[in-house]
Nanobody, 122 residues
Framework: QVQLVGSGGGLVQTGGSLKLACVAS?????????MGWFRQAPGKERELVAA????????RYAPSVKTRFTISRDNSKNTVYLQMRDLKPEDTAVYYC??????????????WGQGTQVTVSS
């Protein structure tokens, strides 16, 4: 079993920052798993925002966030973070953390967190 618990969402003004965290647990989870963040805004499809290999040396970002967001991992805590800076109203969405044992950053992802709301006011 693998459980993912995300946190850190909230309300922030345009240009502000938030840091999301996701803690993985369960006997099936291994630090080698790829971990990533997805988001889904109302009326839009879920999209991959950022993903990271276990070492953090291989990462992938959506073009719209590449210069503003940073994904990082602390494998000693089984935790993945998403540091978001210079937030814009179009970043408003529910953010989900995810994990997969497959060595491909784009997925498919098998395990999902519950989601945390990020709202950016204009």
């Amino acid at each position: 079993q693998v459980q993912l618990v995300g946190s850190g969402g909230g309300l922030v003004q345009t240009g502000g920052s938030l840091k999301l965290a996701c803690v993985a647990s369960g006997r099936t989870f291994e630090s080698r798993f790829i971990m990533g963040w997805f988001r889904q805004a109302p009326g839009k499809e879920r999209e991959l925002v950022a993903a990271s290999s276990d070492s953090g040396l291989t990462t992938r970002y959506a073009p719209s966030v590449k210069t503003r967001f940073t994904i990082s991992r602390d494998n000693s805590k089984n935790t993945v973070y998403l540091q978001m800076r210079d937030l814009k109203p179009e970043d408003t969405a529910v953010y989900y953390c995810a994990a997969t044992p497959r060595p491909v950053l784009t997925g498919p992802y098998e395990y999902w967190g519950q989601g945390t709301q990020v709202t950016v006011s204009s």
